[in-house]
């Protein structure tokens, strides 16, 4: 009998090694991808929760930017409504010293300023120093000033006026 070459003797060995490494490595295939579909969800999952994160810290900054835009804007509506009603006492207040500044050329205005005059001199003592212009009494003692002309008592009758003033704005 002949002996058998060295290699044919290996090659049951050989086929049974190979068959073997191609099982170990299709396993070791399966595991890897079965691994990397497992990593690429969990990738994509941990992706939505940090774009669902992301989101809902943009629409807080969002809202945050928004709630603090309207509240600039309330505040410039606020101070525009306040400018127009403040135009609007302005106006009043002018058209009432109009009004009250043509007693000044009515032929009882003599008399009015004596009353100033005397109002004056009552509160003030004889000693007060008196002057006049058209429209305008004042006195004034050491120590003490006292103010009879037509402007201030226009503009102390529009300040009585009070809230009743709000009706030059409100409908």
């Known amino acids: 009998m002949r002996p058998r070459p060295f290699t044919d003797d290996l090659t049951p060995a050989t086929t049974a090694l190979l068959s073997r490494a191609r ?10 991808r079965e691994e990397a579909a497992d ?3 969990e990738a994509r999952r941990r992706a939505e929760q940090v774009k669902r994160q992301a989101n809902a810290e943009g629409d807080a900054i969002a809202n945050s930017i928004l709630d603090e835009k309207r509240a ?6 606020r101070a525009a409504e306040l400018r127009a009603r403040n135009r609007a006492y302005q106006r009043l207040r ?3 010293r109009r009004a009250v500044a043509t007693i000044a050329a ?3 205005y003599a008399d009015l300023t004596e009353r100033f005059t005397a109002e004056a001199r009552r509160l003030l003592g004889s000693a ?14 050491p120590g003490a000033r006292v103010d009879c002309g037509l ?4 503009d102390r009758a529009v300040d009585r006026l009070g809230l009743a003033v709000e009706g030059l704005w409100t409908p």
């Open 94 to 96: 002018e058209e009432v």
């Open 106 to 108: 009515e032929p009882r």
């Open 151 to 154: 402007r201030l008592l226009a």
């Open 23 to 32: 099982s170990d490595a299709e396993e070791l295939l399966r595991a890897a």
């Open 72 to 77: 600039r804007t309330r505040r410039a509506v």
């Open 39 to 41: 990593t690429v969800a």
């Open 128 to 141: 007060a120093r008196i002057e006049t212009d058209v429209g305008e009494v004042t006195a004034s003692a």
